[in-house]
């Protein structure tokens, strides 16, 4: 076997072995979240417990977990006590956010 010949066989072996590689790599990336949000999110902002009825605006947040910060980073009014709440479509109920990121049911 001459030089040339090993050199092309080596270049064909290199070219498969990355590509292999390459294809191993993208097989093993983490699939999307089962539920995401392509979109803001409009919440709605209470002081306290929502069933209270203590409305105080609404805003738009780009994930549901971070409601309540924006609601008390918007709202002076909420003094740092609002939670905010919107519609979930995927268990039809209103949900709300605490202000550590707590989703729970009112």
């Known amino acids: 076997m001459d030089m040339n010949s ?3 066989n080596s270049g064909a072996t290199f070219k498969a072995a990355v590509l292999t590689v390459t294809f191993l790599v993208a097989a093993a990336v983490p699939e999307k979240p089962a539920h995401t949000y392509s979109e803001v999110i409009t919440v709605t902002c209470y002081k306290g417990n929502p069933k ?8 738009t947040v780009p994930s549901p977990e971070t409601a309540a910060q924006g609601c008390n980073s918007l709202y002076a009014d909420c003094q740092g006590e ?10 039809i109920e209103d949900v709300c956010y605490d202000k550590t990121g707590r989703k729970y049911l009112p």
């Not at 209270?52 to 805003?59: F, H, M, T, V």
């Not at 609002?82 to 268990?91: R, V």
């Open 6 to 8: 090993f050199a092309k």
């Open 52 to 59: 209270e009825g203590n409305y105080i605006g609404d805003l």
């Open 82 to 91: 609002c939670e905010g709440c919107f519609s979930d479509s995927d268990i």
